[in-house]
């Protein structure tokens, strides 16, 4: 026999007025924490600040500690000049693929499956996804992630969705790939196909954010306001145009609590685990490939035919195909190459936005077929649009500016 | 005095009178039910979510959702 | 092997009540057609081992996104498994909600009121011995971080059995 809720409530309230018993006790310091970091006026400055430290350590930590402070020595000091010198055949296409520009003398510009591709996913990417996957554990298990999507509910209503969609974007800003499994937490198909396409176009993931703040620290700013800019931008006229229904905010908002370290280093090591099985290989294979299409002409080819839609359209050299194709692959590694392409700071920034509104990597990609190919589909219908309208769109207001 | 749980200000307290036919399911299990005593802990601004108190649990509900309870104010 | 669901409402620290119960040989898996992860792990018993899953936490049997959705499929699809209902003792109520949803399913159930210690804070008493004979399953008050009560809760699994509704109305009414 089941009961109706109503039943089933006045059930419990039976049992509780002979079992429990409530008695006074006094608020503590958790308790109005809770309340003001939910309310508007305190709790978003509050906000603010948390992000802002969040984005603090992260790049102090991944770029200025381990990146720069660490691995570039490490790398460029002692394991660049050794592996070119032990790596047979120099000269031969072997050694091309592996090593690279036997003349390089940083791992940024060798460009080899073992030179730029290791020091890619260890020296850049890795402590980038892990202090972001450390700071976002920590939040999780404090309870901060409910108030944040309390006091960010009005403005993603405007795109269709509601709080909770900010645990999916920044999620995906470590990377997209949990991050499709994030959107889980949000109910109708209407809502789940903004938040993937969104995430999939908009969002750079923090291997892309790592590399972005090694390669051109002075632009890192002006991308991101593109980017947040068109997500919002787009998440409108999704919101618009995708049939369905977006329901509203109903979630409980937990009271603070100490965060456990098992907890913590479990989740830790589940995503750092995933990281490697996953985004690793993609980086060396993806060097690999792209090595190979340059060895076998394929990208000078793509690139004089691309050169007038890339120069024309979006004004940026057309030797940006080849990071283009390794976008697909993975986008740190494109930025990276990116950065290896003589340009104006101003086609820098568009090239960079354009890798990361271009296609979401093979990983997410997968990720996306996994929730269904109608909904990739329609995700890469927009994803063409969006590349399209906003990468000349980008260059539009360059023109504008006068500065290109 | 009875009003929409959308209604109420900040501070105030109130015990539920009705819940939508529809709705009293989706929040039958955070606690929120007829008959129960709450409390409005903050109201965001630009029609956005409020958050209230149930069995000293917060709840965080949408204007249009608390559009769809009704409840007596106490004074 | 036997299986064991552990279910609960979200944030009443079930993951760590998990990690407790299970040891080092935990397994993630993803549900079927969908992209809602749990866990998966082994618990040794008095006389013989179990499968213990980590269910998503829901409020009620009623899902209202995907991660409730897949809690309540995968209590439909294990209708011989015994279910260990994990809730906030200092939000009772809504945690025998669940529970109760659960029980009039025909589930065995062991009740572990964790939290135990905020409970306290909070000056909530709560009658054990009474709560156990109205709703006639193992009830354990635990402390998830600490350690407190598991061994209770890994000892009643051999006592849990399915019990009717109307049972527990009736013994309700009876008690005073």
């Known amino acids: 026999m089941t009961l109706t809720a109503d039943e089933r409530w006045d059930l419990i309230e039976k049992i509780s007025n002979k079992v429990v018993t409530f008695s006074k006790f006094k608020h503590t310091l958790k308790d109005a924490l809770g309340e003001l970091t939910v309310k508007p006026l305190t709790g978003i400055p509050i906000a603010i600040a948390v992000l802002y430290g969040f984005w603090s350590v992260f790049s102090s930590f991944a770029g200025t500690l381990c990146t720069d402070g660490f691995f570039v020595k490490l790398f460029d000091g002692h394991f660049l000049p050794w592996i070119q010198s032990v ?128 390669v051109i620290p002075e632009s890192i700013g002006i991308v991101l306001l593109y980017l947040i800019f068109g997500y919002f931008l787009f998440g409108f006229i999704l919101n618009k145009i995708t049939p369905g229904k977006s329901p509203e905010i109903l979630i409980d908002v937990p009271p603070y609590q100490k965060p456990l370290w098992n907890n913590i280093s479990r989740k830790l090591r589940m995503r750092l685990g995933g990281f490697f099985k996953i985004a690793v290989p993609f980086v060396l294979f993806g060097c690999a490939i792209v090595n190979i299409l340059y060895l076998s002409g394929t990208i000078d080819w793509l690139a004089r035919v691309l050169t007038p839609l890339l120069t024309g359209w979006f004004g940026v050299p057309g030797e940006t195909v080849g ?71 980008i260059n539009v207001i360059w023109k504008l500016l006068g500065v290109q | 005095m009875e009003k929409k749980l959308s209604e109420m200000n900040y501070e105030e307290e109130g015990r539920v009178e009705s819940i939508e036919q529809n709705l009293k399911n989706k929040v039958a299990g955070m606690g929120i039910r007829v008959g129960k005593n709450l409390k409005m802990i903050t109201k965001h601004p630009l029609k956005g979510p409020i958050v209230i108190e149930v069995d000293g649990a917060h709840t965080s509900l949408a204007l249009s959702v608390a559009d769809r309870i009704v409840v007596e104010v106490k004074k | 092997m036997k299986k064991i669901l552990l279910m609960g409402n979200p944030n ?43 269910v998503p936490g829901t409020f009620s049997l009623e899902p209202k996104d995907k991660a409730e959705e897949v809690a309540v499929k995968m209590l439909e699809e294990k209708k011989d ?55 006639n399953i193992p009830v354990v008050p635990t402390i998830a971080i600490s350690g407190k009560g598991f061994k209770e809760v890994v000892l009643s699994i051999k006592k849990a059995a399915s019990v009717g509704v109307k049972e527990i109305m009736e013994k309700v009414g009876e008690i005073k």
């Open chain 1, 87 to 214: 790596f047979p055949g120099k000269g031969g296409w072997f050694y091309y693929i592996f090593v690279g520009d036997p003349a390089a003398d940083n791992c940024f510009e060798a460009f080899g499956v073992l030179t730029s591709g290791l020091f890619v996913a260890i020296g850049v990417v890795l402590p980038a996804i892990f202090i972001f996957y450390l700071m976002m554990a920590l939040l999780e298990d404090v309870g901060y992630m409910p108030r944040l999507a309390v006091l960010i509910d009005t403005i993603f209503h405007k795109i269709g969705l509601h709080g909770y969609a900010i645990v999916p974007s920044i999620l995906a800003l470590g990377c997209n790939v949990p991050a499709v499994t994030a959107t889980r937490i949000l109910e109708t198909k209407k809502q789940r196909f903004i938040m993937m396409t969104l995430l999939a176009i908009f969002i750079p993931c923090g291997a892309q954010l790592g590399i972005m703040q090694e």
């Open chain 3, 12 to 54: 009443v620290g079930k993951s760590v009540f998990f990690n407790r119960l299970t040891g080092a040989n935990v397994i993630e898996s993803n549900y079927p057609g969908t992209t809602v992860d749990y866990t998966k792990g082994y618990m040794k018993g008095n006389s013989e081992d179990f499968e213990i899953i980590d």
């Open chain 1, 323 to 393: 990071p283009l194709i390794a976008a697909f692959l993975r986008k740190d590694l494109a930025v990276a190459q990116l950065s290896a392409i003589e340009m104006s700071k101003y086609q820098m920034i568009t090239s960079v936005v354009l890798v990361s509104i271009y296609f979401p990597c093979v990983a997410t990609f997968v990720m996306l077929l996994k929730e269904g190919w109608k909904n990739l589909l329609g995700s890469l219908a927009v994803l063409v649009t969006v590349i399209f309208l906003y990468g000349g769109l």
């Open chain 3, 81 to 135: 498994a015994l279910v260990i209902c994990v809730i906030d003792a200092s939000k009772i109520e809504r945690g025998l909600y669940l529970a109760l949803e659960i029980i009039e399913r025909g589930y065995p159930v062991v009740l572990a009121l964790n939290m135990w210690d905020v409970a306290e804070d909070k000056n909530i008493q709560i009658d054990i011995e009474k709560l156990k004979s109205i709703l």
